[in-house]
């Protein structure tokens, strides 16, 4: 019997999930079709690998991002074989990183002979169940019949109730700075406010800056992501932490472990990359009280410290607040009003300023009972899932499979990436996404030993479609 999987997003987590349900189903041996379900162009890139921009880094050291757990080498040796020179400690820029990505479906599509990959250039806007598999409902009006589904969404579209309905109807409201020609318009001239100061914004600043104009960038810290140490140090292993002592203690132990970092390394980056293993642990262990304070009170400290840009990134925003070209400021929107030539902001500090353009910069939407993503209110209205811990992204298992709501019947749906906020924290980088698609083909699979406990295998019960799959699909 062929085994019918759809991966529903082809980001680096959806691509990564395909290549490991390929490997691990030609490995046993087994005939497997697998549906990658995505309208964007290329496979592989998403939001963070699509940028064509060069100047956008890779925010991880090139040793770090293999696509495989189990050959942590396996990027860094294609790099050297295109540049001799490539460091284990190279930031390379995310577009090759994304062709890396791409290369790597194809080339896995290619020696896996038993399984066909099929890529539907569509959106998934709906999920039900028929025979007890589920039915997936495409944006183009056609279905596919699977008999599992795994979600690599990525990072549903943050809440941007700050900028008011006036301003959220503008064309001078840029809602989603990665969506293709987004910053091609009014954001292209004139002075431009980025709400926002992580990653997004950094990536934004360096696009759009350039003499004569001035980007403000304001958000509630106007904390800016840290850099990378210019050679990447080996990470300083943490000592036994434990969350169920509470948040305090925790907080305690933590900046105990990174003054002894400090000390021992003259850093604490090499102490806080220690902490990257135990982050899930420590998160779990936490109570539900616990994980909403930390969210509320820590979230952002965490994230400027642990998500850090790559030197040359850090040294170029420098260089643009050292020349006036980009101003940061810990501020919020409190009012926007587009007019015919520009909008009109005022902020939190008192400031108001004349823009041509606003920029959403902001993080990605936490609870997911808000979103306007088609599937995922499908999901949450059947019941086939449940908001995750302290109201974070989706209720996962720990081999990623989906929770139901209390009294709902379970579907064939997993989940990798950043839905899983909520069980894990730490959910959307690519060492923690390439362990998740392993762990996630592995119990669709049924494959011991790779699954979690409480897998589900796909062959188990699962029904053929009766009918053929009324979808445009390329192999
Ligand atoms: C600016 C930036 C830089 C980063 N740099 C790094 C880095 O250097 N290293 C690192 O490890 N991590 C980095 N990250 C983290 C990054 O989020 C992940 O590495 C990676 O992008 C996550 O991929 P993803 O597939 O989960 O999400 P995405 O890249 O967002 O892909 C999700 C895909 O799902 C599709 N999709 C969503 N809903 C549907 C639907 N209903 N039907 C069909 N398709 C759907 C979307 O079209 C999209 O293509 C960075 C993140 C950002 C924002």
Redesign the pocket.
């Known amino acids: 019997m062929t085994g019918r999987v759809a991966v ?7 691509a990564l999930t395909a290549v490991q349900l390929m490997r691990q189903a030609g490995r046993a041996g087994r005939r497997a079709e697998v549906w990658l ?4 162009a290329h496979t592989g890139r ?4 699509g940028t064509p921009d060069a100047r956008h880094l ?3 050291p090139a040793a770090r ?1 293999s696509a495989f757990p189990d050959d942590p080498g396996h990027f860094l040796r294609r790099l050297t074989a295109r540049d001799p020179h490539a460091a284990p400690g190279d930031f390379v820029s ?1 577009r090759e990183y994304g062709r890396y990505l791409g290369e790597v479906v194809e080339e896995t599509a290619a020696r896996c002979r038993h399984v066909r990959l099929n890529r539907v250039r569509e ?3 709906a999920v039900r169940e028929r025979d007890g598999g589920p039915v997936l409902r495409l944006s183009g009006g056609g279905e596919l019949r699977v008999d599992a589904v795994v979600l ?4 549903l579209g943050g809440d941007h109730g700050w900028a008011g309905p006036g301003l959220r109807a503008s064309s001078r409201f840029v809602a989603d700075p990665w969506a293709p020609g987004a910053l091609e318009g009014p954001a292209a001239q004139g002075d431009v406010l980025l709400v926002g100061t992580g ?2 914004m950094v ?1 934004v600043a360096v696009t759009l800056a350039r003499p004569g104009r001035v980007l403000h960038a304001v958000s509630r810290s106007g904390l800016l992501p840290r850099e990378h140490l210019p050679v990447p140090a080996a990470a300083v292993q943490a000592p036994p932490l434990d969350g169920a002592h509470g948040l305090d203690a925790l907080r305690r132990g933590v900046r105990l472990h990174l003054a002894a970092g400090r000390r021992r390394c003259g850093d604490w980056r090499p102490a806080l990359d220690g902490l990257r293993p135990v982050t899930a642990a420590l998160w779990q262990q936490l109570s539900a009280a616990d994980r909403r304070r930390f969210l509320d009170q820590d979230l952002r400290m965490w994230e400027v410290h642990r998500h850090r840009v790559a030197p040359a990134t850090a040294v170029a925003v420098g260089a643009l607040r050292a020349g006036g070209l980009l101003r940061v400021a810990a501020a919020e929107v409190v009012g926007a009003v587009p007019g015919a030539g520009a909008v009109e902001v005022s902020l939190s500090d008192g400031r108001r300023l004349r823009v041509a353009a606003v920029v959403a910069c902001t993080g990605p939407r936490m609870d997911l009972t808000g979103s306007d ?1 088609p ?1 995922v209110r499908c999901l949450l209205e059947h019941g086939w899932a449940r908001p995750g811990p302290a109201g974070v992204g989706l209720d996962t298992r720990d081999e990623g499979r989906l929770v139901p709501a209390a009294g709902a019947r379970a579907v064939r749906v997993w989940a990798v ?2 839905v899983r906020r909520g069980n894990l924290l730490e959910t ?4 923690e ?1 390439r362990v998740q698609a392993a762990q996630v083909a592995g119990a669709v699979w049924g494959v011991p030993g790779v699954s979690g406990a409480g897998s589900s295998p796909v062959l188990e019960g699962a029904v053929s479609p009766a009918a053929p799959v009324p979808v445009s699909a390329a192999p």
């Open positions: 529903v997003g082809a980001g680096a987590a959806g379900v995505d309208p964007a998403g939001v963070a690998y890779l925010n991880v991002m995310r959106r998934v806007v690599a969404l990525g990072a990653l997004t990536d993503d599937l990436g950043a959307t980088a690519v060492p996404i």
